[in-house]
């Protein structure tokens, strides 16, 4: 066996060792990376490999399967790996900052990529650059009665958790602060008509309040970023009211939560026909969706969330305080 086909066999063994991370992407968690970074040690899907050509400097890449490795290179990636490499460029992430996943789009992704190895800002020395206390930027935001973006200033406080926007730019009483453990955002570029639009939501004196928003570089943006595995419109029975009522904890199987296709045997939609059913140990809760498209996608989503057994930490908050996983 030739260098070149020995060092392809060791390389694919290291993929499928097992404690290592190495069988999923270390920046996004894809499964079955064939990229890796030889300058880092860490392995790569073929996305993530894409940033990290864009900073050569940094990280330098090569194909596991079609590329020539050395010696050298085979023993470096031995001797780090997904996990070792983990430990040290993720060692101070903060808890609001949003980690991107396989499914993610792009800007998150790079924005991830760069701030862990280019700008190494989550490394536990002491010479690492730390994450700035605040962070102020501008983006353009949608007036509430029409369409027109203005420009409005956003600060970030990270040691309080806390983003503030101001109508002013000189401004000094905020509009609105919000707590980032209230607050979800998603990526709605066809919503907003931008690649870095983004959709924040936030809870304000018991109601559900959106911000439709946009920068140019999406710079705030994976410091805020937490998607939704699904947003939409359903229709509900029970009192007719626009507003918000209240939140549903969806637990797990294990603790005889349940989502059925279809609505009880006697119940009809207003509007809609198709429907779903959602069992939690206290009640059933009927929804209708607006087309069966809509209705499968929600049964998905949902079952795959009650699929998912509670973490122990998970079913402490949730014995205080009910809401949404």
């Known amino acids: 066996m030739g260098d070149r086909e020995r060092n392809k066999k060791r390389l694919l063994e290291l993929l499928q060792a097992t404690g290592t991370g190495n069988g999923y992407c270390a920046d996004c968690g894809a499964a079955d990376p064939d990229w890796a970074s030889y300058k880092l040690g860490v392995f790569i899907c073929l996305h993530c490999s894409g940033v990290h050509r864009n900073f050569p400097d940094v990280s330098k890449v090569k194909s596991v399967r079609l590329d020539f490795w050395d010696d050298s290179m085979v023993e470096f990636m031995t001797h ?20 991107p996943q396989a499914s993610d789009c792009l800007v998150l992704k790079e924005q991830w ?52 926007y101001y109508t002013k730019e000189e401004g000094k009483t905020p ?9 979800n955002a998603t990526f709605q570029t066809e919503k907003i008509g931008h690649p870095h639009g983004l959709q924040i939501t936030y809870r304000k004196d018991g109601r559900t309040r959106n911000l439709f928003v946009y920068h140019d570089s999406g710079k705030l943006v994976p410091l805020i970023t937490r998607n939704y595995l699904k947003q939409g ?93």
Request: aromatic fraction near 10%; proline fraction near 5%; charge should be positive.
């Open 233 to 325: 419109f359903m229709e509900k029975t029970g009192p007719k009211d626009a507003f918000e009522q209240g939140q549903v904890l969806l637990g797990s199987n294990e603790q005889g939560y349940e989502v059925c296709e279809d609505l009880p045997k006697g119940v009809r939609g207003n509007r809609w026909k198709a429907g779903l059913t959602v069992i939690t140990p206290e009640r059933k809760f009927v929804f209708t969706c607006p087309s069966e498209k809509e209705q499968r996608e929600w049964l998905e989503s949902l079952r795959d969330v009650l699929s998912s057994p509670l973490s122990p930490l998970y079913l402490l908050n949730a014995s205080a305080e009910s809401g949404l996983r």
């Open 175 to 183: 509009k609105a602060v919000i707590n980032i453990k209230d607050l």
């Open 80 to 99: 780090n790996g997904n996990l070792n490499m983990k430990a040290k460029f993720e060692a101070r992430v903060p808890p609001f900052y949003y980690v």
């Open 113 to 164: 990529i760069r701030a862990k190895y280019e700008r190494q800002e989550f490394l536990a020395d002491e010479k690492a650059v730390s994450l700035q206390g605040d962070r102020e930027v501008f983006l353009w935001k949608r007036g509430r009665d029409n369409a027109q973006f203005l420009r409005r200033r956003f600060v970030l406080l990270a040691r309080e958790g806390l983003l503030k």
